[in-house]
């Protein structure tokens, strides 16, 4: 296909209270209340409106249609906590205290938007303790790119014993089907976890399981954390897996991608050490649509407040042609931008991204 490949976001975020769809969004007072969201109202200067699912939306469907510097975005699904048993814990639980989902985005709705929105494509999310979960995963085996963990806000408990058969299956169907899993790694800022506990799991070291069992995984944001001031030690987890890679492990199939990497608060030395341990061929592009980003000379202020009113989606894009060319050259670099599609073709996806 050489240059017929498409430049692919595949990190792109989208969530409702309920509102319009009461049966397909929600997410919780902790969530509305948590500093992501609040950060969200008053750089999209939305601190007087309603915030509601058609606002949301919009704004989405908007800065996709206008964004001329990506072919398409990944619009990701967010499946309900369902405990180690099955049990059902998102928001139509009768009981306040049995509801343990702090955001749910369906899959269907997602796959609504993507029909009524063309550049959108389908990312999904299956909760691998619910007692459908195979059968989900069947329901959408040839029509979604890939699948979406967030193991704090899901409740993902990789040590339990009683979920190793559980977790096993799922991976041994992703592998079958070839979806990638997009797993979240890094300390999250925004969406919070109903259980502080579970935060620990966002470590990439717990998905080598799923590695040798044949799935292709994505690790968003190479272990980073929005915020450099929250110490972790993931990203140290999330190069050892690719020093793995290259040295003893070398059927994984395993990448990272580069979603809220320019970050107004990273560090450098956190990028130096990211672009020069993963190579190009195993990076994906993506921004984690609609946090703000920064250019390589400027002060996350000014970053702040171009946010209201710039094409997010257009400016993550201009953002990292300008940081990846320090680090890689310019056929690396559009091997990055235009990796996504390229695992799709590999995994037998291609069909998914519609031809100009």
């Known amino acids: 296909m050489g240059n017929l490949y498409k430049t692919i976001d595949n990190h792109v975020h989208i969530a409702g209270r309920g509102d319009v769809y009461p049966d397909d969004l929600y997410w919780s007072k902790l969530f509305e209340e948590g500093i992501g969201f609040q950060a969200l109202k008053i750089l999209k200067g939305w601190g007087c409106k309603k915030v509601g699912d058609q606002l949301m939306i919009d704004a989405l469907c908007k800065q996709i249609n206008a964004a001329n510097s990506i072919d398409y975005a990944v619009v990701l699904a967010f499946d309900n906590v369902y405990d180690a048993d099955g049990t059902y814990c998102g928001p139509k639980q009768t009981g306040a205290g049995q509801i343990k989902s702090n955001l749910f985005v369906s899959n269907k709705f997602v796959f609504g938007l993507c029909q009524a929105t063309p550049k959108l494509l389908p990312g999904i999310s299956v909760h691998p303790f619910r007692e459908n979960a195979l059968g989900e995963l069947d329901n959408y085996e040839d029509k979604a790119v890939l699948c979406k963990w967030m193991p704090s806000a899901h409740l993902i408990d990789f040590d339990n014993p009683q979920v190793q058969t559980k977790l096993e299956n799922f991976y041994i169907k992703l592998a079958e089907i070839q979806l990638p899993l997009l797993l979240h790694t890094g300390v999250e800022a925004s969406i919070p976890s109903s259980d502080k506990r579970f935060n620990k799991y966002n470590n990439p070291a717990y998905i080598e399981k799923a590695l040798d069992l044949g799935v292709t995984v994505i690790l968003a944001h190479c272990g980073c954390s929005y915020f450099d001031l929250l110490e972790d030690n993931f990203v140290n987890e999330a190069l050892k897996l690719f020093e793995k890679l ?27 050490r990211i672009f020069k341990t993963i190579p ?12 703000p980003a920064k250019g390589r000379r400027e002060f996350f202020l000014r970053s702040f407040l171009r946010f209201s009113k710039a094409n997010l989606l257009n400016r993550y894009f201009n953002i990292t042609s300008k940081w990846l060319p320090e680090y890689y050259s310019q056929s690396d670099t559009f091997l990055i931008l235009t990796n996504f599609h390229r695992l799709l073709d590999k995994l037998g996806r291609g069909h998914l991204v519609v031809p100009s």
Do not use: C, E, H, M
Not at 280 to 291: K, T, V
């Open 246 to 272: 290259r040295t003893v492990k070398p059927s994984w199939r395993l990448y990272a991608d580069i979603s809220a990497l320019f970050s107004p608060f990273r560090k450098r030395k956190i990028l130096d």
């Open 280 to 291: 190009a061929s195993q990076l994906i592009y993506g921004s984690d649509f609609p946090n």
